[in-house]
């Protein structure tokens, strides 16, 4: 860590708790880096270093950074309207969304996630007339209380409740939320998951799930999950909602449940959607459904939904991507490949046992002898060594999100790669060295 950034972080601190914006910065993180400059999938740091951007503000900047035709859309829909409540880019926002992702037939815009994921178990409830939803171990559905964390105590009443050392569990939360409102059980599973329906099923307003378990160390549907979760929401009545904050934009533009073909009831998106450069989250689904706002019977309210910077930016992303049968994105995921498959040559002639599952685009590593098959084997023993990669690889300037995970953008290119290749080697050998010691 170098002077600039230190002194900056110090006087940044005095004000803003932790000197961060969020908590669920990793422990490497403790002094943040501070920007001063992007291009591509480059970053530059106050002290002038320079960084590959696998990081991506948790996933969002997906454009990357100083995209020209982006920023272009930004400054002209700026320099015609600012801040209304409807205008003229809302229709392109809208007919692209609905015409890519098979469920939105009907769309509502929010800001964030967490709030948009509020305003979908809203209106599910209110449309079965039933008040519990059901959630999996180890997904995140944003950082509202009744969402976040969570442990199932005794198996056969399955109810979350916090537990001591929870790094998603939280001092504050409104007392009992989670076992009042929710069930939750382990993903994957669909012996559990019938045992599940077969219980509690006739009382159930919703199912809430990643459609791949992205944020549990990006794990992929087992052949039939998702399946099995449609057929029996469809037969016990309850609606299902793909949370594709993650999966959206990054696994093609209709979003993880045109690429598995299974269509949700519902679907939240967000970061990536606006692009990278402003907020927007977006609650679609199925008309039937989503005409409960129609009627206003179901409130959805926000000052800024469907700002015009907000819309604009998704009018653009999607065109942006979706140029030439969605070229950018297929040439994303095809040279992030490339990098994940150097990462893994590397830690294997170092003797590092490493695996990169998930999708191109959402794929995370784990420093493991074979790929994770459920979200709950994503334990301490994993997550540590993964932290000691990703800190090293961020020595060498290489950033990547949490929970390792490797987020490309649609600038990523063959001097990327190559950057990325002169690095790895000597990150990967730190990391080796560090995890011979601990474990
Ligand atoms: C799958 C998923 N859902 C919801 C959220 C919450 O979104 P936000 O941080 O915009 O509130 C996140 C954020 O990481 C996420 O990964």
Same mark, same amino acid.
């Given at each position: 860590?170098?002077?600039?950034?230190?002194?900056?972080?110090?006087?940044?601190?005095?004000?803003?708790?932790?000197?961060?914006?969020?908590?669920?910065?990793?422990?490497?993180?403790?002094?943040?880096?501070?920007?001063?400059?992007?291009?591509?999938?480059?970053?530059?740091?106050?002290?002038?270093?320079?960084?590959?951007?696998?990081?991506?503000?948790?996933?969002?900047?997906?454009?990357?950074?100083?995209?020209?035709?982006?920023?272009?859309?930004?400054?002209?829909?700026?320099?015609?309207?600012?801040?209304?409540?409807?205008?003229?880019?809302?229709?392109?926002?809208?007919?692209?969304?609905?015409?890519?992702?098979?469920?939105?037939?009907?769309?509502?815009?929010?800001?964030?996630?967490?709030?948009?994921?509020?305003?979908?178990?809203?209106?599910?409830?209110?449309?079965?007339?039933?008040?519990?939803?059901?959630?999996?171990?180890?997904?995140?559905?944003?950082?509202?209380?009744?969402?976040?964390?969570?442990?199932?105590?005794?198996?056969?009443?399955?109810?979350?409740?916090?537990?001591?050392?929870?790094?998603?569990?939280?001092?504050?939360?409104?007392?009992?939320?989670?076992?009042?409102? !929710?069930?939750?059980?382990?993903?994957?599973?669909? =012996? +559990?998951?019938? /045992?599940?329906?077969? $219980?509690? @099923?006739?009382? #159930?307003?919703?199912?809430?799930?990643?459609?791949?378990?992205?944020?549990?160390? !990006?794990?992929?549907?087992?052949?039939?999950?998702? =399946? +099995?979760?449609? /057929?029996?929401?469809? $037969?016990? @009545?309850?609606? #299902?909602?793909?949370?594709?904050?993650?999966?959206?934009?990054?696994?093609?533009?209709?979003?993880?449940?045109?690429?598995?073909?299974?269509?949700?009831?519902?679907?939240?998106?967000?970061?990536?959607?606006?692009?990278?450069?402003?907020?927007?989250?977006?609650?679609?689904?199925?008309?039937?459904?989503?005409?409960?706002?129609?009627?206003?019977?179901?409130?959805?309210?926000?000052?800024?939904?469907?700002?015009?910077?907000?819309?604009?930016?998704?009018?653009?992303?999607?065109?942006?991507?979706?140029?030439?049968?969605?070229?950018?994105?297929?040439?994303?995921?095809?040279?992030?490949?490339?990098?994940?498959?150097?990462?893994?040559?590397?830690?294997?002639?170092?003797?590092?046992?490493?695996?990169?599952?998930?999708?191109?685009?959402?794929?995370?590593?784990?420093?493991?002898?074979?790929?994770?098959?459920?979200?709950?084997?994503?334990?301490?023993?994993?997550?540590?060594?993964?932290?000691?990669?990703?800190?090293?690889?961020?020595?060498?300037?290489?950033?990547?999100?949490?929970?390792?995970?490797?987020?490309?953008?649609?600038?990523?290119?063959?001097?990327?790669?190559?950057?990325?290749?002169?690095?790895?080697?000597?990150?990967?050998?730190?990391?080796?060295?560090?995890?011979?010691?601990?474990?």
């Amino acid at each position: 860590m170098t002077s600039a950034n230190l002194a900056y972080h110090e006087r940044v601190k005095r004000i803003l708790p932790g000197g961060v914006h969020y908590n669920f910065n990793m422990p490497w993180e403790e002094v943040p880096l501070h920007f001063v400059d992007g291009s591509g999938s480059r970053l530059t740091d106050m002290d002038g270093n320079e960084y590959l951007d696998l990081y991506a503000r948790f996933g969002a900047m997906i454009l990357g950074h100083r995209n020209e035709e982006y920023l272009e859309a930004l400054q002209s829909a700026m320099s015609r309207v600012l801040c209304v409540s409807h205008c003229d880019f809302d229709a392109d926002a809208l007919e692209a969304m609905n015409a890519h992702i098979p469920c939105a037939e009907m769309i509502r815009f929010g800001l964030s996630g967490t709030e948009i994921l509020q305003a979908a178990l809203r209106l599910a409830r209110a449309y079965t007339m039933r008040n519990r939803f059901l959630r999996f171990e180890n997904h995140y559905h944003g950082n509202a209380d009744n969402v976040m964390g969570g442990r199932v105590v005794d198996p056969r009443v399955p109810t979350p409740f916090d537990f001591r050392g929870d790094y998603r569990g939280t001092a504050g939360r409104a007392d009992g939320i989670m076992a009042e409102q !929710s069930y939750m059980i382990p993903w994957n599973d669909i =012996e +559990r998951l019938e /045992e599940f329906f077969a $219980e509690y @099923g006739d009382t #159930l307003a919703c199912v809430l799930t990643e459609p791949v378990a992205v944020n549990g160390g !990006s794990i992929d549907p087992a052949p039939g999950f998702l =399946e +099995r979760v449609r /057929e029996l929401c469809t $037969e016990h @009545g309850v609606v #299902l909602i793909f949370d594709e904050m993650i999966t959206g934009m990054r696994l093609g533009l209709g979003g993880a449940q045109q690429q598995l073909g299974v269509i949700p009831d519902l679907a939240t998106f967000g970061k990536a959607i606006g692009g990278g450069g402003v907020p927007v989250s977006a609650l679609v689904g199925r008309r039937e459904i989503m005409r409960l706002l129609e009627s206003k019977k179901v409130i959805h309210a926000g000052t800024y939904n469907g700002y015009p910077l907000g819309t604009a930016a998704v009018a653009a992303t999607f065109a942006i991507l979706g140029r030439d049968d969605q070229r950018p994105l297929r040439q994303m995921r095809d040279r992030v490949g490339e990098l994940q498959r150097v990462l893994v040559e590397t830690a294997t002639e170092a003797g590092l046992p490493l695996v990169v599952q998930g999708p191109a685009g959402v794929a995370a590593f784990h420093c493991a002898g074979q790929p994770l098959a459920t979200p709950a084997e994503y334990g301490f023993d994993v997550m540590g060594k993964d932290i000691l990669l990703a800190a090293a690889l961020q020595r060498h300037g290489v950033l990547v999100s949490s929970v390792s995970r490797i987020y490309p953008n649609a600038q990523l290119s063959d001097d990327d790669l190559e950057f990325f290749s002169s690095r790895v080697g000597k990150a990967v050998a730190e990391a080796k060295q560090s995890i011979d010691e601990i474990y």
